[in-house]
């Protein structure tokens, strides 16, 4: 429970912060063995012909099996997608910010800035095999989904 009230407080005040101080500079970076990760479930290294998108299930994601339960429970929200540029599933107005990152420009929703920090890194675990996320203030999710359309 405690962990909880700390994740919110932590969206909070980011969000405070971030209204009253401005943008702050966002970055997102794939360590080497996330990018080994994923280029061995894409098969391949050239994404050229497709879109990454960092996503976070809200009701309005696309390949959602399942958009029950709480929020508050964020160890299986996140995502990364990789998709065909003209898949016809993907709501492009949500995804409205891009940021350029060590496997390519990866897309947002501007709404989501509020649940990350400043330096974000995607990871691999090899002992519980999954991504996750973590950034300069600790581990924001150990569990990234990886899904890929092509």
Same mark, same amino acid.
């Given at each position: 429970?405690?962990?909880?009230?700390?994740?919110?407080?932590? %969206?909070?005040?980011?969000?405070?912060?971030?209204? +009253? +101080?401005? =943008?702050? &500079?966002?970055?997102? /970076?794939?360590?080497?063995?996330?990018?080994?990760?994923? %280029?061995?479930?894409?098969?391949?290294?050239?994404? &050229?012909?497709?879109?990454?998108?960092?996503?976070?299930?809200?009701?309005?994601?696309?390949? /959602?099996?399942?958009?029950?339960? @709480? *929020? @508050? !429970?964020?160890? =299986?929200? $996140?995502?990364?997608?990789?998709?065909?540029?003209?898949?016809?599933?993907?709501?492009?107005?949500? %995804?409205?910010?891009?940021? &350029? /990152?060590?496997?390519?420009?990866? *897309?947002?929703?501007?709404?989501?800035?509020?649940?990350?920090? !400043?330096?974000?890194?995607?990871?691999?675990?090899?002992?519980?095999?999954?991504? $996750?996320?973590? &950034?300069?203030?600790?581990?924001?999710?150990?569990?990234?989904?990886?899904?890929?359309?092509?």
């Amino acid at each position: 429970m405690n962990s909880i009230i700390i994740s919110i407080l932590h %969206y909070v005040l980011k969000y405070i912060i971030n209204n +009253l +101080l401005g =943008d702050v &500079s966002m970055k997102f /970076t794939f360590t080497d063995s996330a990018t080994n990760y994923i %280029y061995k479930k894409f098969g391949s290294t050239d994404t &050229s012909a497709y879109d990454v998108i960092i996503d976070y299930v809200d009701g309005n994601s696309p390949y /959602t099996d399942n958009v029950n339960g @709480c *929020h @508050c !429970q964020v160890y =299986d929200k $996140y995502r990364i997608l990789i998709v065909s540029k003209d898949d016809e599933n993907i709501k492009w107005d949500k %995804y409205d910010k891009e940021l &350029s /990152t060590n496997i390519g420009t990866v *897309h947002y929703p501007s709404y989501y800035e509020v649940m990350f920090n !400043q330096d974000n890194k995607f990871d691999y675990s090899e002992t519980n095999f999954t991504l $996750y996320l973590k &950034s300069e203030a600790g581990i924001i999710t150990e569990q990234v989904q990886l899904i890929i359309k092509k």
